[in-house]
């Protein structure tokens, strides 16, 4: 649907060009149309009215140039504020000045977080880092296999509770980990931790003892893209429940339009870190909110 905004403004426009300043009505007509857009891409709708009322106070205040048609003028406008919603530039990772550094993921099953956490892993040591992966996920029964088998396939060393040991203690296993790579100089750790379904108390409070216990130089907050609006509320209550410094957005490769991008983004003020897009290890990177902005507008 973001396909077909910048046609339909192209259309709002088409008997524009060459005017001084946008008349209010042209601009009412733009912002229809941008709102119409951001609604259909499952922006959440506090998100879209403040968008639109910022979109709409920059529109009012320009001039019509010379070198764009309206539509086009409209489309940067509406560009650069994407951008700025995104976070601007990418946020890098912050590394620990000395010992290991400790990334921690945060969120609900299915998010993506298993498959995330190799993937990180990977690039990681791609970027010459020695990263160590951690289940810490003991609520699933098959989240530590899963992440020893991705670990494998990355060539990561995952640091796991030892089988058998009756009912596994996530947080015993997280500090656990911490010494394991001080001690075989891993100088990255990336803890897996346990999501549910929904959000949920127990979940929330196993995720900040961990937190307390590793304290972790950054904690992330992994979304499915695919979940729209929901992804509001999710975000929200794991910023209240254990907070987090990040976000990284999975399945962007089944979802063409990025609401949740822009809704995260607007109403926890956290940067999107990281987009992954795909089943394979490799389909991981930065999130570039530039290049989100044009998806969107594209
Ligand atoms: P967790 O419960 O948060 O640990 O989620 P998992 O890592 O187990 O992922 C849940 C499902 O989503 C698995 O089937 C993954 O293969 C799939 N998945 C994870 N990331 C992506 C992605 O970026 N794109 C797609 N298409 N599928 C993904």
Redesign the pocket.
């Known amino acids: 649907m973001f396909a077909t905004l910048s046609d339909r403004l192209a259309d709002t426009f088409k008997n524009l060009r060459g005017k001084g300043r946008l008349s209010e009505a042209d601009i009412d007509a733009t912002a229809r149309e941008i709102r119409i857009a951001l609604l259909e891409a499952d922006v959440a709708l506090p998100v879209v009215k403040e968008f639109v009322a910022a979109v709409k106070d920059r529109a009012r205040g320009e001039e019509v140039s010379q070198a764009l048609n309206p539509a086009q003028q409209v489309i940067k406008i509406v560009h650069e504020e994407l951008v700025a919603i995104l976070g601007g530039e990418t946020r890098r990772l912050r590394y620990a000045k000395s010992g290991p550094t400790v990334i921690m993921l945060a ?1 609900l ?8 956490a190799a993937k990180l892993a990977l690039w990681l040591k791609e970027q010459g880092r020695s990263p160590m992966l951690v289940a810490a ?1 003991l609520q ?1 029964p098959n ?1 530590v296999n ?1 992440l020893q088998v991705n670990g494998e396939r990355v060539g990561v060393t995952v640091f796991a509770p030892e089988p058998g040991n009756g009912v596994g203690d996530p947080v015993a296993v997280a500090r656990g980990a911490i010494e394991e790579a001080k001690r075989t100089l891993h100088d990255t750790v990336i803890v897996d931790t346990a ?1 549910r379904l929904g959000v949920d108390a127990e979940m929330m409070k196993q995720a900040a003892d961990i937190r307390d216990a590793v304290d972790p130089d950054e904690v992330l907050f ?1 979304v499915d893209a695919m979940i729209g609006q929901d992804a509001v509320s999710t975000a929200q209550a794991f910023l209240d429940g254990v907070g987090y410094d990040g976000v990284v957005l ?5 979802d063409a339009r990025g609401g949740a991008a822009l809704s995260i983004a607007s109403i926890t003020g956290k940067p999107v870190m990281f987009a ?4 394979k290890m490799t ?1 991981f990177d930065l999130f570039h909110p530039d290049r989100m902005a044009s998806r969107i507008l594209d």
């Open positions: 969120g099953q299915g998010a993506g977080k298993t498959t995330l996920d699933r989240a899963q999501g992994v999975t399945k962007l490769d089944g992954s897009n795909g089943e389909d």
